[in-house]
């Protein structure tokens, strides 16, 4: 009978610290790079030196539009070279306070409207932006287009996405770090347009990031047009 109970006593004790230690080592889900990817090698960038004084520690991902509307005739990679390539050029064409040098893209990520992802400027050091808020540790993420005008594509979408889950992973941040360019610069623009920045204002956008990071597949389904927004796809606009 007492070895009876001391057994009882020595399972009790055991079994919660083995089921525990069981679950610590269960491996956790691995966010893979997402498909499509283009590093900034195979597109051709052309950097210049960034000063160590704009290192940084990523801490948040923040989701940006380009602000332009996007024709189907249009080149994601030229798009990108004219920007990187403007970027330099900004104190002999630009006016004050617009005239500083952008040694790189602003974007650490571009997505073109048919999912291509784009590697910008290194993620070691921090973005660039027109508006005034701390920069550092933003992870900026552009979407090519102009989504007060037009729709993104499920394809784009899907590739922020997962994009953010994987960026999540990798630097071990949570779902509070996604922000959009409007909620970071209050007051000072509308980035990234009201027919993408409704998937941050219900949650949608989370929800999709945090079913990637469970291990699934996000069901991206863009809902119905706003009803005083765009109703036009981005991969149906036309140059007019």
Request: charged share 25%; with cysteine.
């Amino acid at each position: 009978m007492i070895r009876q109970l001391a057994l009882s006593v020595l399972l009790a004790t055991w079994l919660p610290a083995s089921i525990a230690a069981a679950a610590d080592d269960a491996p956790a889900v691995k966010v893979p790079r997402p498909p499509h990817f283009v590093s900034a090698k195979d597109w051709g960038s052309q950097p210049d030196p960034i000063p160590d004084a704009r290192r940084h520690t990523p801490k948040y991902v923040t989701l940006h539009h380009a602000g332009v509307l996007w024709t189907v005739d249009r080149d994601p990679i030229e798009f990108i070279r004219n920007m990187q390539a403007w970027g330099k050029r900004r104190p002999e064409i630009e006016q004050p306070p617009r005239n500083t040098f952008w040694p790189d893209l602003p974007y650490h990520f571009l997505i073109a409207p048919d999912g291509r992802i784009f590697e910008g400027r290194s993620l070691d050091y921090e973005p660039e932006s027109n508006t005034k808020y701390e920069l550092a540790g933003h992870i900026g993420v552009e979407l090519m287009g102009n989504f007060e005008e037009q729709r993104p594509s499920p394809q784009q979408v899907e590739s922020a996405v997962r994009l953010v889950a994987w960026l999540l992973h990798q630097h071990e941040l949570k779902l509070g770090a996604i922000s959009t360019h409007k909620a970071v610069a209050k007051g000072q623009t509308s980035c990234p347009g009201r027919d993408f920045q409704r998937y941050f204002d219900d949650g949608q956008f989370a929800k999709w990031v945090d079913a990637v990071l469970a291990g699934k597949a996000p069901t991206i389904d863009l809902g119905p047009p706003l009803d005083d927004g765009p109703t036009e796809l981005i991969t149906e606009t036309k140059r007019k």
